[in-house]
């Protein structure tokens, strides 16, 4: 499957009371960028981040949002979702995002990128958009984008073909994993089957599928 990146964005600093940081400082307001950005192990050259107890590091080094599914948010809101409206680092464009699978790689410009987990909403987010109810649509409409890890640094631009070169055979995809941990938990055994997911991720299915079991 080849798609292409139709944006990459980078977080501009916002000071704001719904900033997440104990600082009040976010960097969820990304705006598109002319040329290559380097991605690397630690994330995208330029990004600002404001609350890493929760966001960048090696599994979160980059977040992905479908443009098409952007698209959908345009109209059920009634405004226009710019690219980076999502926080996103790179807006793709024909790329099934939510179906995604867990440890698939991604080839774009002279990266090499791996996908890890869905994106968990958080008030950061909802206050950004000013949509008071917005985690709960976004939970509801379980189209969360996906983060990657970069297996090999290089650059990335608006335009460069995204491909997926490989793609494991257990399937479980993006938006299994984000409905099994919001939405459906009869699926979390399912998840026990995707090695690559993030080890804090892995522990907690392992926690739950256990609690549930007479």
């Not at 929760?54 to 345009?74: I, K, L, M, N, R």
């Not at 991604?106 to 090499?112: D, L, R, Y």
Request: charge should be negative.
């Amino acid at each position: 499957m080849t798609g292409r990146l139709a944006a990459v964005n980078l977080g501009m600093v916002t000071e704001a009371e719904w900033a997440g940081d104990a600082s009040g400082r976010t960097g969820i307001d990304k705006r598109p960028v002319d040329g290559p950005v380097l991605l690397s192990a630690d994330g995208v050259a330029g990004d600002f981040i404001g609350e890493r107890a929760h966001h960048g590091g090696p599994d979160q080094a980059v977040y992905a949002y479908a443009g098409e599914d952007a698209e959908w948010w345009s109209a059920e809101l009634g405004r226009t979702v710019p690219p980076g409206g999502f926080g996103e680092n790179l807006t793709t464009s024909a790329v099934d995002v939510t179906g995604a699978v867990i440890g698939e790689l991604w080839v774009i410009g002279s990266a090499v990128l791996q996908v890890t987990k869905p994106r968990t909403p958080c008030t950061t987010f909802a206050g950004f958009w000013g949509v008071p109810d917005l985690i709960k649509r976004f939970t509801v409409r379980a189209a969360p984008g996906a983060y990657l890890r970069v297996l090999r640094e290089g650059e990335v631009g608006a335009g460069d073909p995204v491909e997926v070169v490989d793609r494991p055979a257990h399937g479980v995809t993006i938006g299994e994993v984000f409905r099994a941990m919001n939405l459906e938990p009869e699926l979390l055994p399912r998840l026990l089957d995707a090695a690559e997911l993030p080890e804090p991720v892995m522990a907690k299915v392992r926690r739950r599928v256990s609690a549930s079991r007479p």
